[in-house]
C-alpha cells in the first residue's frame, strides 16, 4: 500500500506556503486582511504669502524629504498662473513655482499627505560631518569659551553636554555669559554655534507639530548633533531628547525654508488637519517600494486587473463544486458548468441571471427536441445550438432593452459553446432517463452555481483572492484533500435512516 506521507506533506507545505506569502505581502506591503479598513493621514497645507514687484517671480521652498517616522503619500500645488516642480538641489528637495510676471499680493499653496509610520528609520550619513568653524566677536568669543568650560565639567559625553548647554541657556536668570549671546542668538542658533566649537557637530532644524484643525502654525526649532554614527534630536528649550511622535520633520539646515526673486515680505504658514484613506489604497500607493510590489497585480494596467480579479475567483468556485459533489453528493450537469454560470452571475446579479439562465436553457431543450427529428450528426447538432443559443441571448438582449433591463447586455458573457453543449447534454439525458433526471441535475447545477456566486460575491472573498493570491495554494490544498474522500455522501446518509430507526 502506497505511503500517503507524502502527499500529506504536498498539503501542509502548500498551506504553510500559501499562509507564510499572504503574511509577508501583509507586514511588507501594509495590505489589509479585510476589506474596508482605513488608516490616518495628516493632510498639511503650506501657505506662501508675499508681494511681488511686477518682475518675473520665482519661489523656492524646502520640502520634507523622507522625515523620520512619517511616509509621503500624495502631494500637489495649487497655484492658479504659476509653473510648478519639484526638484533636488545639493541634497535637498525643494519645491519651485515661477511666473513670467505678478504684481501685487501672492499667494501660493503646497498640499501633502503624510503617513505615520514608526517602521522608518533614517539611512546613515555617507561621509560623517565635521564640526562646523564659528566665528565670534572678540566679547562674544570668550563667552561662549567660558559657557562651553562650564558646561564642560558637568558632562561627560555629547548628549550630556548637549543637556548641560541647554540647562545654562535656558536659566529663569541666565549667567551673563549666556545673556550676552543670547542677546544676538536664539536658543537653537546659539546652541549650534556653541556645540560646534566644541567639536561636535551639530545643526538646526525645523519640525511642524501636528495638531488635528489647527491653522496658521509655524516650524519649531530643534537641534541635532551627530553622536555614534547618528544624529540625535534635542528641544532647544527642555533638553528632551529625541523627535516627539507628533512632529513632522520639514527643514534641515543646508539652504534656506524659503526664497523668493521678485517678491518682498514672504511668510509661510501651515494649516492641518487628520484625515483616513482606505489602507488598500495606501498599499497600491507603495506597491514598487517592496519585494512583493514588484510582483504584484497591481504592477498590471488597470484593464488586465479587472480580468484578473474576476479569474482569481474561479478557483473559489471550483471547490465550492469539488465541496457539493464529492462532500455533498449533488449532481451537477457537466464538472464545472456551475462555476462558468456562477461566474454569469457576478456580471448579471443573482434573480436576473437565473432567469436568463433557465430561459435559455428551456428554449435551447425545446429548439433541441425538433433539431433530433433531423437526424443530424453530433458536431453539426452542437454547432447548430451555438448557432441558436447565440440567437437566443441576442434576442433576450434587445428585448430587455426595450424593457428598460440592463441584464441582456451582459448575458453575452455566457459561455456560448458550454451552453449549447450542457442543452445536448440535458436532451439526451431527458431522452435516456425522462424529465425527472433532467430537473435533479439541471436543478444541482443551478444551486450549486448559487452557492459558488454567494462564496464569489463576497467582498471579503474578493479583497483576499485578488489581494493575496498566494491564498489560493491553501485553497488547492483544500481540493487535493477533499479528492481523497472516499466516504459517503451526505445525501446517501438517507439510504441508511431505516437501518438507524429500527435500532
Given amino acids: 500500500m502506497m505511503s500517503r506521507v507524502p502527499f500529506y506533506t504536498i498539503v501542509v507545505l502548500l498551506i504553510l506556503a500559501g499562509l507564510g506569502l499572504a503574511i509577508s505581502r501583509h507586514i511588507q506591503m501594509e495590505i489589509p486582511f479585510l476589506p474596508g479598513e482605513e488608516r490616518p493621514v495628516w493632510l498639511v497645507e503650506a501657505r506662501i504669502d508675499f508681494n511681488a514687484r511686477n518682475e518675473p517671480v ?36 525643494r519645491g519651485e513655482w515661477s ?26 550619513e555617507q561621509t560623517p560631518p565635521l564640526a562646523q568653524p564659528v566665528d565670534w566677536d572678540e566679547p562674544q568669543s570668550t563667552a561662549a569659551t567660558q559657557l562651553l568650560a562650564q558646561a564642560s565639567q558637568r558632562s561627560s559625553t555629547p548628549e550630556s553636554l548637549t543637556r548641560e548647554l541647554i540647562k545654562l541657556l535656558n536659566q529663569p536668570e541666565p549667567g551673563q555669559n549666556a545673556a550676552l549671546l543670547l542677546s544676538n542668538h536664539s536658543e537653537a542658533d546659539l546652541l549650534v554655534k556653541l556645540l560646534n566649537q566644541a567639536g561636535l557637530p551639530a545643526r538646526e532644524s525645523q519640525g511642524l507639530y501636528l495638531e488635528d484643525a489647527r491653522r496658521r502654525q509655524s516650524l519649531s526649532s530643534f537641534v541635532e548633533i551627530y ?21 513632522l520633520m520639514w527643514h534641515r539646515q543646508g539652504m534656506s525654508l524659503l526664497d523668493v526673486t521678485g517678491g518682498s515680505g514672504s511668510n509661510v504658514s501651515f494649516s492641518i488637519i487628520r484625515q483616513t484613506v482606505p489602507a488598500l489604497q495606501l498599499a497600491r500607493a507603495q506597491a514598487e517600494e517592496h519585494g512583493f510590489g514588484q510582483f504584484s497585480i497591481y504592477q498590471l494596467p488597470i484593464e488586465e486587473q479587472s480580468m484578473f480579479k474576476l479569474l482569481l475567483l474561479l478557483p473559489l468556485g471550483a471547490a465550492v463544486v469539488v465541496l457539493m ?15 462558468l454560470i456562477a461566474v454569469a452571475f457576478l456580471q448579471t446579479s443573482l434573480l436576473p441571471g437565473i432567469v436568463s439562465f433557465v430561459t435559455v436553457v428551456a428554449l435551447g431543450l425545446l429548439l433541441r427536441g425538433y433539431l433530433s427529428r433531423l437526424n443530424l450528426l453530433l458536431v453539426a447538432r452542437i454547432a447548430t445550438l451555438v448557432i441558436l443559443v447565440v440567437f437566443i441571448i441576442a434576442i433576450m438582449s434587445i428585448v430587455g432593452y426595450q424593457l428598460g433591463f440592463n441584464t441582456g447586455m451582459t448575458i453575452t458573457f455566457f459561455p456560448m459553446i458550454i451552453m449549447a453543449w450542457t442543452i445536448e447534454r440535458m436532451s439526451i439525458l431527458w431522452e435516456e432517463d425522462g424529465p425527472k433526471e433532467v430537473l435533479k441535475q439541471g436543478g444541482g447545477s443551478l444551486l450549486v452555481a448559487i452557492l459558488a456566486f454567494l462564496a464569489m460575491e463576497s467582498k471579503l472573498v474578493s479583497h483576499l483572492t485578488f489581494n493575496f493570491p498566494e491564498l489560493h495554494l491553501v485553497l488547492l490544498a483544500m481540493i487535493l484533500l477533499m479528492g481523497q474522500y472516499k466516504g459517503y455522501k451526505l445525501t446517501e446518509l438517507k439510504r441508511f435512516k431505516a437501518m438507524v430507526d429500527r435500532t
Fill in 227 to 247: 553622536a555614534d554614527e547618528r544624529w540625535l534630536v534635542f528641544d532647544p528649550k527642555t533638553g528632551e531628547q529625541g523627535l516627539p511622535d507628533n512632529v
Fill in 325 to 339: 459533489r464529492i462532500i455533498v453528493g449533488i449532481k451537477t450537469s457537466g464538472t464545472f458548468m456551475p462555476v
Fill in 99 to 124: 511666473i513670467r510676471r505678478a504684481v501685487g499680493p501672492q499667494t501660493l499653496y503646497y498640499k501633502a499627505q503624510f503617513l505615520q509610520a514608526g517602521d522608518i528609520e533614517e539611512l546613515p
Fill in 58 to 93: 520665482l519661489v523656492s521652498m524646502d520640502l520634507p524629504d523622507s522625515p523620520p517616522g512619517f511616509r509621503l503619500f500624495t502631494e500637489q500645488a495649487a497655484s492658479p498662473g504659476y509653473g510648478f516642480s519639484v526638484i533636488r538641489h545639493d541634497g535637498n528637495r
